[in-house]
């Protein structure tokens, strides 16, 4: 058994207490008023270009997702929903701000959009393929850990990350403790929205079905409402990169994802 070191277990502990967290990402105060609103977060942006394909990155894919996503919600649905989007052009956002922007909102859900990839020296990179939404929560698999250290990755890009996230190191297992010591309250609806998002992009938008899954996401931990992180399909499989690449292929995704979004504020707008 792997004995955490005390200043390991502190970090994690300072890292779930509320004062560590700037006051934009506590929950705000209900509304009777307030709209259903969805915050729609495009993944990477900027300087971090997240996974690249041969002919493709993907924070450029996602966003133009996020943003078909937010035309169809305003052409369809104004009247009952609300879309926010983290970032609306090529730009980084630090996975804090992001969180933040959804707190502040106090928004209902929270959809964090990214395309997935394996390293480039496993075996069958090439081949694999399909879309998977995860939720926060305990790692199931070495493969689901993995993908959460790719996409908390990206805070070493941000200045004093190790001052914002209290000493957390997206390349430690051992500072993963904190998803041990703080599950997300909003996990029963989390889930209900992961699978609504994963049925639509399997039926509708021809993915293969790679699951509802879960992990220790960063961005999810710090929003204060149901989110969730969808995985596309995997940019490093050439039939997989050209759909995600095309026009068809991200309305088909944005389709799919806009078509949860309804379902879900329908089932949970009145909760």
Not at 4 to 31: D, G, Q, T
Not at 106 to 118: G, K, P, R, T
Not at 146 to 161: C, P, T
Request: aromatic residues 8%; glycine residues 6%.
């Amino acid at each position: 058994m792997t004995v955490l070191k005390p200043h390991i277990l502190w970090n994690a502990v300072l890292f779930l207490l509320a004062a560590a967290l700037p006051c934009s990402m506590r929950a705000a105060e209900p509304s009777a008023q307030k709209p259903f609103t969805v915050v729609l977060d495009a993944g990477h942006g900027g300087k971090d270009y997240g996974c690249r394909g041969k002919i493709s990155n993907e924070k450029t894919i996602v966003l133009d997702v996020a943003k078909k996503i937010e035309a169809l919600i305003k052409k369809e649905a104004s009247d009952s929903i609300k879309p926010i989007l983290t970032r609306k052009d090529d730009t980084f956002i630090p996975l804090d701000e992001r969180a933040s922007i959804a707190n502040d909102a106090n928004a209902d859900l929270f959809v964090s959009i990214h395309v997935n990839s394996v390293a480039a020296k496993s075996r069958g990179r090439e081949k694999v393929h399909g879309a998977s939404v995860y939720t926060v929560g305990l790692h199931k698999s070495e493969a689901n850990l993995a993908v959460a250290m790719r996409e908390n990755g990206v805070i070493e890009l941000e200045e004093d990350f190790t001052q914002t996230y209290q000493g957390f190191d997206p390349s430690s297992s051992e500072s993963y403790i904190i998803f041990e010591l703080d599950q997300n309250r909003h996990v029963a609806q989390s889930i209900e929205a992961a699978s609504m998002i994963q049925e639509r992009l399997v039926s509708d938008a021809g993915r293969a079905d790679k699951g509802v899954l879960q992990a220790g996401f960063l961005v999810l931990w710090a929003t204060r409402m149901p989110s969730v992180l969808v995985e596309l399909d995997f940019i490093c499989n050439p039939a997989a990169e050209r759909f995600l690449a095309s026009e068809d292929g991200r309305k088909k995704c944005a389709k799919a994802i806009y078509d949860a979004i309804i379902a879900y504020r329908t089932k949970f707008s009145n909760k």
